[in-house]
């Protein structure tokens, strides 16, 4: 065999696992046929981040206007997004670099399996031991006519010039999380959604504020709609729906989800069991249903939320199981996830909607912004927690909105994860006056 593992793509659910095996010694390869790191790294979370913060930063300017700032800072796009290319543009010949320097042999091309142990790229054949498919997703195009004239996310990443009136389909993560940003820098934003609802995986009373906040800074929501078919016409692109439905813009952002990149890697012929939605099955131990090919990251069909940091953990998990440190099955622990909107929107473990449907397990308490002097020393008027208990009080979930939510709901995870009781709360001294002070307050 070339290889003793062998990843089918680069990204986090690839290189955290790839760099530890090759320094415990394993003959390590990586197949890539874009840019070394991945979604993440390229075209997702770092580069969506580098844009957010003038827009978290203003928003909490905006909330001190008249109680110590007299005036608001501009924004400005196009140096953001020079800022923006300084900070992204080098990490995947950084990622290329930190994995050969690891030992790991990075191989550029389309991957395809000949067999269950051989892969062919660009016309050479490599065999290994064990496969880890990492492919991941990419965006979902919305099937109806005129589909072409849309955009996605990878592409407004990189815009130049933000458009004057921006049309989003879709209210999930990338939905919210750029019609924030495109609304702070002066775009007139519609949101155009097929339900009722966005985010249907965060708590709704605080999804219904985040939704009020968005509508007071001018982004449109248009709920229940059925896109048609989109036309260019001499004023823009404009979209047409039903029961008579039109809106002219500038650009249309299909922010409709990913799908699962499946295509001409020979699965069925080699006998993989793979969903084109969904992704691939797994065991508890990561392997597909065929011995010795593992998957890892969002290819997975799994309940988890499709995020990096489940990605590096799965790496991270068969990397440990590669290197013999452990034969156990995978044990997720509870995992906390964030819409980057402002106000933030972050989640972990028990959900209130779940407690409140087991009441007898569970005690829900909320805290709001006039429960915090803290909050209120930011003017944030639009801040709060709330913190799961089962019956014998430890925490076992939270969710929050806010400036902070972010590092609120980081630090009851590590709560959560260590089974952190009532009593035990009482020992932990935190620095005053902080976001972790004020809520472990609360508990
Ligand atoms: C706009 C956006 C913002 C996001 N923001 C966040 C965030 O803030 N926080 C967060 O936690 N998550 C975020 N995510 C999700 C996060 O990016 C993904 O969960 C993460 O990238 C998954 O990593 P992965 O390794 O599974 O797959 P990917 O990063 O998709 O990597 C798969 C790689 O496989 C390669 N590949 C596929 N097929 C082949 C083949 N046959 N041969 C060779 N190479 C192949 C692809 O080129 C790709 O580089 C965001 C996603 C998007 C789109
Ligand atoms: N902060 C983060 O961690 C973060 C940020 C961005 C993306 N992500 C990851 O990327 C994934 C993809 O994000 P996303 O926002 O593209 O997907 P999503 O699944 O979060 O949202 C998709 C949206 O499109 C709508 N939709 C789907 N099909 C449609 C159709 N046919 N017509 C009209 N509307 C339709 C859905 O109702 C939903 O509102 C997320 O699930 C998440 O795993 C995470």
Same mark, same amino acid.
């Given at each position: 065999?070339?290889?003793?593992?062998?990843?089918?793509?680069?990204?986090?659910?690839?290189?955290?696992?790839? %760099?530890?095996?090759?320094?415990?010694?394993?003959?390590?390869?990586?197949?890539?046929?874009?840019?070394?790191?991945?979604?993440?790294?390229?075209?997702?979370?770092?580069?969506? %981040?580098?844009?957010?913060?003038?827009?978290?930063?203003?928003?909490?300017?905006?909330?001190?206007?008249?109680?110590?700032?007299?005036?608001?800072?501009?924004?400005?796009?196009?140096?953001?997004?020079?800022?923006?290319?300084?900070?992204?543009?080098?990490?995947?010949?950084?990622?290329?670099?930190?994995?050969?320097?690891?030992?790991?042999?990075?191989?550029?091309?389309?991957?395809?399996?000949?067999?269950?142990?051989?892969?062919?790229?660009?016309?050479?054949?490599?065999?290994?031991?064990?496969?880890?498919?990492?492919?991941?997703?990419?965006?979902?195009?919305?099937?109806?006519?005129?589909?072409?004239?849309?955009?996605?996310?990878?592409?407004?990443?990189?815009?130049?010039?933000?458009?004057?009136?921006?049309?989003?389909?879709?209210?999930?993560?990338?939905?919210?999380?750029?019609?924030?940003?495109?609304?702070?820098?002066?775009?007139?934003?519609?949101?155009?959604?097929?339900?009722? @609802?966005?985010?249907?995986?965060?708590?709704?009373?605080?999804?219904? @504020?985040?939704?009020?906040?968005?509508?007071?800074?001018?982004?449109?929501?248009?709920?229940?709609?059925?896109?048609?078919?989109?036309?260019?016409?001499?004023?823009?692109?404009?979209?047409?729906?039903?029961?008579?439905?039109?809106?002219?813009?500038?650009?249309?952002?299909?922010?409709?989800?990913?799908?699962?990149?499946?295509?001409?890697?020979?699965?069925?012929?080699?006998?993989?069991?793979?969903?084109?939605?969904?992704?691939?099955?797994?065991?508890?131990?990561?392997?597909?249903?065929?011995?010795?090919?593992?998957?890892?990251?969002?290819?997975?069909?799994?309940?988890?939320? @499709?995020?990096?940091?489940?990605?590096?953990?799965?790496?991270?998990?068969?990397?440990?199981?590669?290197?013999?440190?452990?034969?156990?099955? %995978?044990?997720?622990?509870?995992?906390?996830?964030?819409?980057?909107?402002?106000?933030?929107?972050?989640?972990?473990?028990?959900?209130?909607?779940?407690?409140?449907?087991?009441?007898?397990?569970?005690?829900?308490?909320?805290?709001?912004?006039?429960?915090?002097?803290?909050?209120?020393?930011?003017?944030?008027?639009?801040?709060?927690?709330?913190?799961?208990?089962?019956?014998?009080?430890?925490?076992?979930?939270?969710?929050?909105?806010?400036?902070?939510?972010?590092?609120?709901?980081?630090?009851?995870?590590?709560?959560?994860?260590?089974?952190?009781?009532?009593?035990?709360?009482? @020992?932990? %001294?935190?620095?005053?006056?902080?976001?972790?002070?004020?809520?472990?307050?609360?508990?």
């Amino acid at each position: 065999m070339d290889f003793d593992v062998l990843f089918i793509g680069s990204g986090q659910g690839a290189w955290n696992g790839a %760099i530890p095996m090759a320094q415990h010694g394993l003959k390590v390869a990586v197949i890539e046929e874009g840019k070394f790191g991945g979604v993440c790294t390229n075209r997702g979370c770092n580069a969506k %981040i580098t844009l957010d913060r003038p827009v978290e930063i203003l928003r909490q300017v905006e909330q001190l206007q008249g109680r110590g700032f007299d005036t608001l800072p501009t924004l400005n796009w196009h140096a953001l997004m020079i800022h923006k290319h300084e900070v992204i543009d080098g990490l995947a010949y950084g990622n290329e670099m930190k994995l050969q320097n690891a030992g790991v042999t990075n191989i550029k091309g389309h991957a395809k399996f000949i067999d269950v142990h051989t892969i062919e790229v660009n016309g050479k054949q490599y065999s290994s031991d064990k496969i880890v498919i990492d492919s991941g997703r990419r965006p979902h195009r919305l099937n109806i006519p005129g589909n072409q004239l849309f955009h996605d996310s990878t592409d407004f990443l990189v815009l130049e010039n933000l458009p004057k009136r921006l049309a989003i389909i879709g209210g999930g993560y990338v939905g919210m999380e750029f019609a924030t940003i495109a609304n702070a820098f002066g775009s007139d934003v519609t949101v155009i959604l097929r339900g009722n @609802r966005i985010l249907r995986s965060f708590h709704k009373p605080y999804v219904d @504020r985040l939704v009020t906040d968005l509508k007071q800074r001018g982004i449109k929501f248009q709920f229940d709609e059925q896109l048609e078919s989109a036309v260019q016409v001499d004023d823009g692109i404009q979209l047409l729906g039903k029961d008579g439905y039109q809106l002219t813009t500038d650009y249309v952002l299909d922010a409709t989800g990913r799908v699962p990149n499946v295509e001409n890697m020979n699965w069925d012929g080699i006998g993989l069991k793979y969903d084109t939605l969904r992704g691939i099955p797994v065991n508890d131990h990561l392997e597909t249903n065929i011995p010795g090919i593992y998957a890892s990251g969002d290819i997975l069909d799994k309940s988890l939320p @499709r995020i990096t940091p489940t990605a590096i953990f799965e790496s991270q998990y068969l990397s440990r199981l590669f290197t013999g440190m452990t034969t156990d099955a %995978i044990d997720y622990p509870a995992v906390a996830y964030t819409v980057f909107t402002s106000p933030r929107i972050a989640s972990v473990g028990v959900t209130p909607e779940f407690a409140n449907a087991h009441s007898t397990e569970y005690s829900v308490e909320t805290f709001d912004y006039y429960d915090d002097w803290f909050r209120q020393v930011g003017n944030e008027n639009n801040g709060g927690v709330t913190i799961i208990f089962n019956k014998q009080h430890i925490i076992v979930g939270a969710t929050s909105i806010g400036n902070d939510a972010v590092e609120t709901i980081n630090g009851l995870t590590d709560l959560i994860e260590n089974k952190v009781s009532h009593s035990d709360v009482e @020992r932990l %001294i935190y620095i005053f006056p902080s976001i972790a002070h004020s809520y472990m307050r609360k508990i």
